[in-house]
C-alpha cells in the first residue's frame, strides 16, 4: 500500500493511504457546463482495460476512508485518457468536493469496471437506442465513440432529456464532434448518429419528455424513423429512476426483453447511480 500526500483548507498536507486495488491518476482537463453539470478527463492507466459502456468507482485522497461512488467513464475504450461527465451536488459527500477540481489533481478509482451497457449485453440488431437522462449520457458517450457499434448497428438514436437547454451543450458537441472530426466521418455515415434532445423546462421542448415522444410517437416522426420494432431494435436506457422505470415499461409492453452480460437481450438499463 502506497500513499499520497493531500493537502486540505481544514487539515493542511496529510498523508492518506492507497489501497493495492485503487489507481491514483492526475486531472488532465476540467470543464464546466453549468452550475450543475461538468466534465473533467484524467490519465489512464497503462494496465487498465474496460469495454466502452462499463463505470468504475471514483474517489478522492481526501480522507482515510475516501468516498467512493459509481461513475460511468465517458471515454471509449481506445481512448488514452479517461474522462467523466458529473452532476454537482451541493453537500453530496463525493460531488461537493470533486466539482472544485483542477487540473493537476489526483482522482482515485478502483480498478475494476463492470456494467450493462455494452455490447455483450445485447442480442444482435439494426438499430440501437440510447435513452438517457442527465449525466446518464456518459456510458453513451462512450458507446458512441466506440468503432464496433457501428459494425454491429446500421443506425444509433441518441436522446437526452435535460430540465434546462445549456445542460444539452455535453451531448450535442458530442455528436457535433463525431460528425465534423476526420477520424470519427469514417466510422460514422450522415443518417449512422441522431440525436434527440429536449429540455423540459424552457424553449420548444418544454414538458417533452422522452416517455411522452415514445408513446405518442413523436420522437420517431421527428427524427424520420420508423418505432420500435423488438425484431430489429435494441436499446440501452441511463438516468434518472423514474425514467428508467417508465421506459423500462415501455419497452416491455412492446416486446423488449432485458438482457445481461451473462444472458443477452434486447435491452440494457444501468442501475449504478452518483449522489
Known sequence: MSSLAQETPETGTQEFPIPANVFAETVTSVTHYTDRLFAFRMTRPQSFRFRSGEFVMIGLPNAEKPVYRAYS????????????????VPGGPLTEHLQKIKEGDTVLMRKKPTGTLVHDALIPGKRLFMFSTGTGIAPFASVLRDPETYEKFDQVILTQTCREDAELTYGRELVEHMRTDEMMQEI????????????????????????TLIENGKLFSDLGIEPLDPKTDRAMICGSMAMLKDVEKILQTRGFEEGANNAPGS????RAFVD
Not at 73 to 88: G, Y
Not at 267 to 270: A, L, P
Open 73 to 88: 467513464i465517458a471515454s471509449p475504450a481506445w481512448d488514452e485518457e479517461l474522462e467523466f461527465f458529473s452532476i454537482k
Open 188 to 211: 460514422v455515415g450522415e443518417k449512422q448518429l441522431l440525436l434527440h434532445a429536449t429540455a423540459t423546462r424552457e424553449g420548444e421542448t418544454k414538458g417533452e419528455r422522452v416517455t
Open 267 to 270: 435491452y440494457v438499463v444501468e
